[in-house]
């Protein structure tokens, strides 16, 4: 059996993929709950998921909010712990999306899937190839259809 595709997910995919259920990104938990994917967080991404959960614009009960925290936590690998690189990672724009970088890096991930625009902007140049691709729930959705899995070298961070 092929390695596992190490993923990373922003918050925004996170709701797509733990609070709308009909959600066309369904597919994606799919590959996760099927082991063909390891979905990867840190605490910090855990504290932004749990907190926007509890946006008043999403209308969540409490149980509601922790129905959907429990399932993504029941899936995922936490990664913590000091730097596990010493690679630079570029800045984004928005500070508070650093630490998708950092945990993508960290956690050796394969994909950062992301909707973030300042996060995708980053994949100009491809300065973050050689660690991780980035790719939109789409484009992710398209690696899903192709059956693509990981590469067969692991990345070295």
Same mark, same amino acid.
């Given at each position: 059996?092929? #390695?596992?595709? %190490?993923?990373? *997910?922003?918050?925004?995919?996170? &709701?797509?993929? *733990?609070?709308?259920?009909? $959600? %066309? *990104?369904? /597919?994606?938990?799919?590959?996760?709950?099927?082991? +063909?994917?390891?979905?990867?967080? $840190? /605490? /910090?991404?855990?504290?932004?998921? !749990?907190?926007?959960?509890?946006? /008043?614009?999403? #209308?969540? $009960?409490? #149980?509601? !909010?922790?129905?959907?925290?429990?399932?993504?936590?029941?899936?995922? !690998?936490?990664?913590?712990?000091?730097?596990?690189?010493?690679?630079?990672?570029?800045?984004?724009?928005?500070?508070?999306?650093?630490?998708?970088?950092?945990?993508?890096?960290?956690?050796?991930? +394969?994909? &950062?899937?992301?909707?973030?625009?300042?996060?995708?902007?980053?994949?100009? @140049?491809?300065?973050?190839?050689?660690?991780?691709?980035? *790719?939109?729930?789409?484009?992710?959705?398209?690696?899903? @259809?192709?059956?693509?899995?990981?590469?067969?070298?692991?990345? $070295?961070?």
């Amino acid at each position: 059996m092929p #390695e596992p595709v %190490r993923v990373v *997910f922003d918050t925004n995919v996170l &709701l797509s993929l *733990f609070v709308f259920a009909d $959600s %066309r *990104f369904a /597919p994606l938990r799919g590959e996760v709950v099927s082991g +063909h994917w390891v979905a990867l967080t $840190s /605490p /910090p991404c855990l504290a932004e998921y !749990q907190r926007v959960l509890g946006y /008043p614009l999403f #209308e969540l $009960s409490a #149980e509601q !909010q922790a129905a959907a925290y429990a399932a993504y936590l029941e899936l995922v !690998q936490i990664i913590d712990g000091p730097p596990r690189s010493e690679i630079v990672l570029p800045k984004c724009q928005d500070k508070d999306d650093q630490k998708f970088l950092e945990l993508a890096r960290d956690g050796q991930a +394969h994909w &950062l899937v992301t909707a973030d625009k300042l996060l995708l902007k980053l994949r100009r @140049g491809r300065r973050l190839d050689h660690l991780f691709r980035v *790719f939109t729930p789409d484009e992710a959705l398209q690696k899903v @259809g192709a059956g693509e899995t990981a590469p067969a070298a692991p990345l $070295s961070c």
